[in-house]
């Protein structure tokens, strides 16, 4: 099983408002829990970075000045994530998912259909009701530290969150082929779009 491991800053936290700012991603291919293949670029919104932004995640107005325009990021990463992966984020289908399908709206991106899973569900079905699935709590009962390392980083955060699955996933089941939550559907962009 192919997945695609990611993460998402954005100015906000309502898709239909706010816009991505920053991509991370790397690939698992057939087990293989490294970061041989990895995706990262920074997003030039249309509107200024708020400043409690810039204090959560690190990324100034600055940084993102030059950076690539929304839909030539969104078609870099979907030519990253390919044709037969699954995508993966904490929170992935109530945020990270639909802030690229409002994006793809918004700038008129034909999409497709890509299976996605939220990490958040490895959490619950181990750990239950029992003290919360934010990223945070789950590093700390997976033993993966986020000690020293600048968090809400998307490359950061695609790193820490590789290691948190690893781990969920190898003690829900043994075989990387056969995922042990529910898949869920989510779009990015069409593969054939003529930029």
């Known amino acids: ?28 291919k057939n087990g293989k829990w490294d970061e041989g293949e990895y995706f990262d670029s ?36 979907s030519r990253f994530v390919g044709h037969d992966a699954t995508l993966i984020a904490h929170n992935g ?6 802030f690229i399908a409002e994006n793809c709206k918004r700038h008129a991106i034909p ?14 079905k181990i750990w239950g009701g029992k003290g919360g699935h934010g990223l945070d709590a789950v590093l700390g009962r997976v033993g993966v530290s986020s000690k020293g390392v600048k968090r809400h980083d ?6 820490l969150l590789a290691q ?9 089941t043994p075989s990387v082929t056969n995922c042990p939550v529910d898949l869920s559907v989510g779009v990015i962009p069409a593969l054939d779009r003529v930029c």
């Open 42 to 77: 920074y997003v030039r919104p249309e509107n200024r970075i708020p400043s409690f932004i810039t204090k959560l995640t690190g990324i100034s107005q600055e940084q993102v000045a030059d950076a690539p325009h929304p839909v030539d990021v969104l078609m870099e990463f």
């Open 1 to 28: 099983m192919n997945l695609i491991i990611f993460d998402l800053e954005t100015t906000g936290l309502l898709p239909s408002q706010h816009e991505i700012i920053q991509i991370a991603a790397m690939k698992v």
């Open 111 to 124: 999409v497709r259909e890509t299976s996605a899973l939220d990490s958040r569900d490895f959490s619950r």
């Open 164 to 172: 948190a699955v690893q781990y969920m996933w190898e003690r829900l």
């Open 93 to 98: 289908i109530r945020f990270d998912m639909r």
């Open 154 to 159: 998307a490359r950061v955060d695609v790193q």
